[in-house]
């Protein structure tokens, strides 16, 4: 049965066109993946199909009485809850209410590897339709059955795995090489022909010109002849030639490949006391205690995980590092001023929504002049008059990353705090901040549920949150 039909649907910002002109169906029972860079319209697409978007030409008709379930990647801002325990809550209410179609839009966020685990034997076995919008790839590949990939412009539909999506996708790759490969081949013995020729021939009339000039009869080919060998040589170079560029057209028409390598770094601070962060004796609280006992110390340059369960307190202590006014503290706290520490959370908060993007960066840095930020937001990949003129509210979440980012790198921080830093990011992008972090030399805490990246990011020290009440650090390098 069929859920829902797009015609022609098509989406467009003033500074870039996403897609257009698709047509399909949602079949009852069918688990779709959206997938795409940063930015793609992914999460559009998703608020089209739920109804909270109109899409900018084109048409969707659901099915009458359609009960749809919908997690955006914005959730409730109770403070009391931790970022996994929010969106364990819009799960359940998706769930309760997805009778016939869940949309979601990166549910693994925040989730810690628990949390990730049930979630994904609960979409597994789901009988309603999925429309799955992640950047976890394991997650796409054990619940979804149809690929539905966002670039150059249009949606590829793929029929199967995720997996075997990135497969076909690099053989078609690798094929369309192989004979771009073969042609440039035939080219250079096609142009070394055409030279050879060439020379016979100039050969041919400088024989002739001297048996005329010695008054000889000589047997000369006509110039018709003579050229025969080149025009046949220049005719094919020419078919090759259009062979190449057609080759090339298949090629670029291909979704981009997901790695590339990084343009921008991340410089760090000046030289800083030895001893950046020093708790002795710690708490922090909300309306209610949230952790106690807390000892920590750590040094400059060092790095450092904090790490625990959904709910444990790790970004309640980031916050009180930060020396968030809504945290509650006691103990002795020696931490950086709020303007040394610089701090990427989960929701992004250090954007305003109303600004642009380039309005962003020069309040971060106001002594810069235009040339000087241009460039800058070039670096993370900002680039053009229409992108950094485009408001912080039309941004994916995965751009805002980046923009934040952007506002950090330009204001080196004695400590980088990075909460969930990898939550929307697309490959791409993943590439280019694992690629910032690993050159940075300053003072870091990270808080992250993303194994893959934690094990890239290199060796860090751990302080390892057990219960609101019990904290201990297992590493060499930090005090408990």
Known sequence: MSLIQLQGVGLAFPHKTC??????????????????????GKSSLLRMLYGAMEPGNGQIQRTAGLAIGYVGQEHSADVNLSGGQRVNHALSQALASAGDLLLLDEPTNHLDAHNRQSLTRMLKHVCAGIVLVTHDTALLDQVCDTVWHIGDEKITVFHGRYADYVAQREMRRNAIEQQLLAVKREQQRSHTALMKEQERASHARARGLKAIQQSKWATIKSPTKLARGTTTSGSKQAQLKRQREELIDRLEQLPRTEIIVPQFHLPHAGKTAATVVQITDGAVAYNKPVLQQIQLTLARGKRLLLAGCNGSGKSTLAKAIMRDPAVVRSGT??????????????HYASLHVHQTVMESL????????????????????????????????????????????????????????????????????RAHVLEILRSYSGTMIVISHDEEFLQKMGPMERFVINSPSSQQCNSPGATC
């Open 333 to 346: 706290w020696v931490v950086p001023g709020p303007e040394e520490i610089g701090y990427l959370d989960q």
């Open 19 to 40: 897609f257009s002109d698709f047509s399909a169906t949602i079949e009852a029972g069918q688990h779709i993946a959206i997938t795409g860079d940063n930015g793609a």
């Open 362 to 429: 020069r309040a971060a840095v106001p002594g810069w002049t235009q040339l000087a930020i241009r460039r800058h937001l070039s670096d993370f990949l900002f680039r053009g008059s229409a992108v950094v003129d485009t408001p912080v509210a039309q941004l994916s979440g995965g751009e805002k990353a980046r923009l934040a980012l952007a506002c950090i790198a330009a204001k080196p921080p004695q400590l980088l705090i990075l909460d969930e830093v990898t939550n929307n990011l697309d490959q791409r992008m």
